[in-house]
């Protein structure tokens, strides 16, 4: 399989220069290739694990807790304005 | 009683001089710091308290555990900067029970790496105590390098997502020590992979970690997935051992450390076939997957490095922003994630991977049905040099794990104690146990510090 290095870097929101594109692209292939082990295993029927520890849903009252303050909030940003973040455009 | 306990009892009363003490301990670290590059930060000004189950007691954290006012960079220049609003959980009760912190310590960027050589841009390399030019293991290599090197009361408070506290002690020939998934929690700890992330433990040894588990493991709400209920430490049944066979190729004298250690113990042999074989396959996919999301909130808006904004769209800001600070493990892992997570390959890599990360678990169960205590070797080899590291493909450096991984998919409590030694260098052995009992793991830990020759 031909992996799509330079598409993946994009959804991933990574510029790669032309040497890192290569050098990826040949990691890829190796490490992939070594995940084909998981083809000889049949999981029909197995639910998947997303924690290795069996846990209720904790859930907490519905009310309000401590948290940063909105001065807190904004300390290590120099973008900021009238105590909000700015972020770049979104749309063009 | 342990060497830390015995110190405690001495600074609660006054016998030693607590302020000496800690200026002390902080002039040798930046001493040790030179020759060794163990810590990114260092806390010149570490207070110091009489009272608490931990006064005195000198902590080092790694750099991925947030303590407040601190710098915490989890070993990347993405963060250099951040200084913490908060204490980690597990910090803040160290804290609370007359802890001193001493400092930060170096690790992979972010927990990406298995001999702490992938450090951010700009960091520097921590040297193995025993050789320096070979590596302290990875990810957490400075907290394991200052544990060993230490000459004072010392605890490393560490984290193991596949193997970062095992890993670098054995290579550095110290105590390593996991508890279960959620026995701490994981609140302030700056997440590479969330269902696989365990706050832990390194000391010189094995008496010195209950003491600190105590303090630092509990429910804690700010986390979702604390265990609930009390820890249980003391057990005093007997153990029955089994030491597992793998097919990965093992150095002869790490092997026959580890056989002696087994034989002392009467250890069984026993196979976990779906571990060994499929293992590092379904770490990697889970936990590149669980690290391409925790990443993507590292975007240069809120904190950490960040760039000129003006003139440029979203994509070209988040993607300046990254592609110049993560290093190439970083971006490496962050890439197999995204391409794992796809459309069309989510359910043939990561619901497969989690799947198998069952069979796992499974497998486990069933041995500790007849075991108390399961072992291996920690690592294939000890510590390698760097001239060795520069020539391997990543791939290979992710084989290194293969023994690590399984116990960290299971989310099982384990540990790296010292077994022996090869040409100089330390040899490492796994112990493992079922979920929750900590209590039968230390047990026998101690049985191999006091029993088992090195």
Redesign the interface.
Known sequence: MK?P?KS??E??????SEP?LKR?SK??D??LT??R??D??N?DG????????E?RN?L?EDKVEKS?RQE??L?????KENGF??????V? | MSGLKKHVLRVNSGQIDAASYVNDAVKRCEEINKEYGYFNTICTDAGFSKKGKLAGVLVSVKDNICVKGVESTAGSRMLK???P?FDATAVGRLKSEGAVILGKTSCDAFGFGSFNTNVGIGFDVPKNPFDKKRATGGSSGGGAGITAKADFVHVAIVESTGGSIENPASFCGVVGFCP???RVSRNGLISYAN??DKIGIMTKSVADIAPVLEVISGFD?RD????QGEIDLDYRGDLRVGIVGQSASVDPLVSRCVQRAAARFGADEVSMP?AD??G???Y??ISTCEA?TNL?CL?G????Q?GE?KG?????????V??RN?N?ES??R???G??AR?AGHRD??Y?????????I?EEYRKLFETYDILISPTMPDVAPRFSDIEKM???EN?MMDVFTVGPN????PHASIPVGMKKGMPVGMMAMAN?NEEGKLLKFLSSVENEVCI
């Open positions: 992996v290095i993946i870097s959804l991933a929101k990574l510029n790669l890192e990826f990691d890829f190796e490490i070594a995940f082990v998981l000889r295993i999981v197995v639910r998947p694990s997303f924690r290795p520890v846990q904790p907490r940063l807190e909030a300390l290590f940003t120099d973008h973040f700015i972020g770049p455009k979104t063009e | 900067g951040y200084r609003l279960t998934y959620g269902s696989l709400p979702a997935t604390s265990l779906l074989k499929f590092i396959a379904a990697y996919i391409s993507a975007s808006l809120r904190y950490g960040d904004m440029r769209s979203f994509s070209d800001y988040f993607s300046d990254r592609s993560f190439e971006k490496r962050i890439m197999l995204t391409f796809m043939a890599y619901i497969k991977a989690s799947k198998i990360r069952t069979l678990i493909t990543p791939l992710y998919l299971a989310g099982i979920h």
